[in-house]
């Protein structure tokens, strides 16, 4: 049905985006990549051209999800079945999604490396002398961080269940804490240990999928180096 006006034109366009959101996994994903790396990129100091291409690159993956959503979408309700060409053409467009995505990686390797290592190196030699306190309030802005997702996704309980998963948050907040604070790889490597295998136990218990317990472990980790490095300022 063709669109009356402009408005009702932005407003089905919006409509497409926020239904490939709901619906496919992946867009969730690439979004929170997304949201990831502009978030990162305040933490640089990017020059004009850089942030361009950043943006330029995040708005490829995510129009190619689109597509790759809608061809989806039109496969299923004209065919219904399988069929070999059907397969052919939903691989194609899987397939231009997985470039965009391997071009994003190679775009945020050249841009984002030399800065993320040398940043990093001078973050962890100021936060050895921070104070242990911060390893609590990482812990608890973790803990607030996963309450709130679960809130919004409403999904499960605040403690059981659910996006994403607070064990995984807590295991890889209090090791990236650990982490920071020792000198002593070993020590390092257990706590990393332990903390993965606090996931395994999730998922083997059928509490949580894969995608919640990465995404749990990833608030973890980047929530306890943001609060560490905001601290050793």
Do not use: W
């Not at 051209?49 to 689109?66: D, K, N, R, S």
């Not at 691989?91 to 999604?97: K, N, P, Q, R, S």
């Not at 903390?195 to 509490?207: D, H």
């Amino acid at each position: 049905m063709k669109n009356r006006t402009l408005v009702e034109s932005f407003n089905n366009a919006f409509n497409g985006i926020i239904s490939a959101v709901k619906t496919e996994r992946n867009m969730k994903i690439h979004l929170v990549a997304a949201v990831l790396v502009l978030i990162l990129s305040l933490f640089y100091d990017l020059s004009r051209t850089e942030f361009l291409i950043v943006c330029v690159t995040i708005a490829l993956v995510i129009i190619c999800e689109l597509f790759n959503t809608a061809i989806e979408v039109i496969i299923d309700t004209i065919i219904g079945i399988y069929h070999p060409k059907a397969k052919v053409v939903k691989d194609t467009a899987a397939g231009a999604v997985f470039l965009s995505a391997l071009l994003a990686v190679v775009v945020g390797y050249f841009i984002f490396f030399d800065r993320v290592s040398t940043s990093l190196e001078t973050v962890i030699s100021r936060i050895k002398q921070a104070p242990m306190h911060i390893t609590v309030i990482a812990i608890v802005l973790t803990m607030a961080v996963v309450l709130i997702l679960k809130f919004l996704f409403k999904k499960g309980t605040p403690f059981s269940g659910g996006m994403p998963s607070g064990h995984s948050a807590i295991a890889f907040s209090a090791a990236t804490a650990v982490a920071l604070y020792s000198n002593n790889s070993g020590i390092t490597m257990l706590c990393l240990i332990i903390a993965l295998l606090v996931v395994q136990s999730r998922l083997e218990g059928k509490i949580h999928n894969i995608i919640e317990l990465s995404a749990g472990a990833l608030i973890g980790f980047l929530v306890t180096l943001l609060i560490f490095q905001l601290m050793a300022l």
